[in-house]
T-cell receptor, first 110, second 114 residues
Framework: KNEVEQSPQNLTAQEGEFITINCSYSVGISALHWLQQHPGGGIVSLFMLSSGKKKHGRLIATINIQEKHSSLHITASHPRDSAVYICAVRFGAGSYQLTFGKGTKLSVIP | NAGVTQTPKFRVLKTGQSMTLLCAQDMNHEYMYWYRQDPGMGLRLIHYSVGEGTTAKGEVPDGYNVSRLKKQNFLLGLESAAPSQTSVYFC?????????????FGPGTRLTVL
């Protein structure tokens, strides 16, 4: 079964800390997404990756295709970064479906 | 642009009742999706549509039906609600295939079936 595993499940950090959230998947993929779900429930797309690295503000996403692993980094974390971060992958070029991880709940304390 | 909107935002049903959730998008997206989100689980795809007049089953389609009569709307129906369908339902849309384009999500509908 194609699976997506995220770690850690929960993460508490002090404001200003560098944060890393990990995502591993079981077989080859055609694309990987990082999403953010706010405490109010809304979901927004942060990144879509098929190789290499992307950066947007304080967020950096990397993917290692050979290792079947992606990381989401947050530099200089802030309480407003508190949210659930979700990894989702598309297994195979012919699939319409995304498979989602269970999410990592991040709490940044002032 | 309103993006993706969902109605209603909250609903409580009794077992056996029926209802329809409406999803609307104003981005002229071809692809639309219905997901459910349950505690301790990732989002799971219920049904999806690759264009007006077409629908297909996702990972967990049982107990749900969908229709896409207009490109901008995607309806999710529960004919006879069951407590197992208590969940938060998200609609999403994308311009092209799921993995190649960003998905835009609606705000969610929290459904409780008693």
């Amino acid at each position: 079964k194609n699976e997506v595993e995220q770690s850690p499940q929960n993460l508490t950090a002090q404001e200003g800390e560098f944060i890393t959230i990990n995502c591993s998947y079981s077989v080859g993929i055609s694309a990987l997404h990082w999403l953010q779900q706010h405490p109010g429930g809304g979901i927004v797309s942060l990144f879509m990756l098929s190789s290499g690295k992307k950066k947007h503000g304080r967020l950096i996403a990397t993917i290692n295709i050979q290792e079947k692993h992606s990381s989401l980094h947050i530099t200089a974390s802030h309480p407003r970064d508190s949210a659930v971060y979700i990894c989702a992958v598309r297994f195979g070029a012919g699939s319409y479906q995304l498979t989602f991880g269970k999410g990592t709940k991040l709490s940044v304390i002032p | 642009n309103a993006g993706v909107t969902q109605t209603p935002k909250f609903r409580v049903l009794k077992t056996g009742q029926s209802m329809t959730l409406l999803c609307a998008q104003d981005m002229n997206h071809e692809y639309m999706y219905w997901y459910r989100q349950d505690p301790g689980m990732g989002l799971r795809l219920i049904h999806y549509s690759v264009g007006e007049g077409t629908t297909a089953k996702g990972e967990v389609p049982d107990g749900y039906n969908v229709s896409r009569l207009k490109k901008q709307n995607f309806l999710l129906g529960l004919e006879s609600a069951a407590p197992s369908q208590t969940s938060v339902y998200f609609c999403a849309s994308s311009l092209l295939l799921a993995g190649h384009n960003e998905q835009f999500f609606g705000p969610g509908t929290r459904l409780t079936v008693l």
